[in-house]
């Protein structure tokens, strides 16, 4: 069965299309996710007031425990003056519905 991580992040400066690009930069925290093994799927939203959510879907517990500790890494030498992490959990994922793609710009 596959799981989930989903992680909520505290903006403190800095744009949510600043994060974007930052993340999505070549050696950023999506090259990562590719690299890591069971990786299925990783997206980022701005849930307003400042709050982030990343949410990824990994092939195993282990391969979603592994990207929470490889997240926090990057996120501390990379975006820590960005803002930070305020909650990090990982999970079952039950069942998706669709089919996600690319968000248009």
Do not use: K
Not at 12 to 24: E, P, V, W, Y
Not at 39 to 67: P, R
Not at 69 to 88: K, M, Q, V, Y
């Amino acid at each position: 069965m596959q799981h989930v991580r989903i992680a909520t992040y505290q903006q403190t400066a800095g744009t949510f299309d600043d994060l974007c690009r930052t993340i999505q930069a070549p050696g950023g925290l999506a090259d990562v996710f590719r690299a890591s093994p069971g990786f299925v799927v990783y997206t980022f939203a701005d849930l307003g007031d400042g709050t982030n959510c990343s949410i990824s879907v990994w092939t195993s517990a282990e391969a979603a425990d592994a990207a929470m500790a490889a997240a926090r890494t990057w996120t501390a030498a990379n975006i820590a003056d960005l803002g930070h992490l305020t909650e990090d959990r990982t999970g079952r994922l039950g069942f998706v519905v669709g089919e996600l793609g690319a968000v248009p710009a």
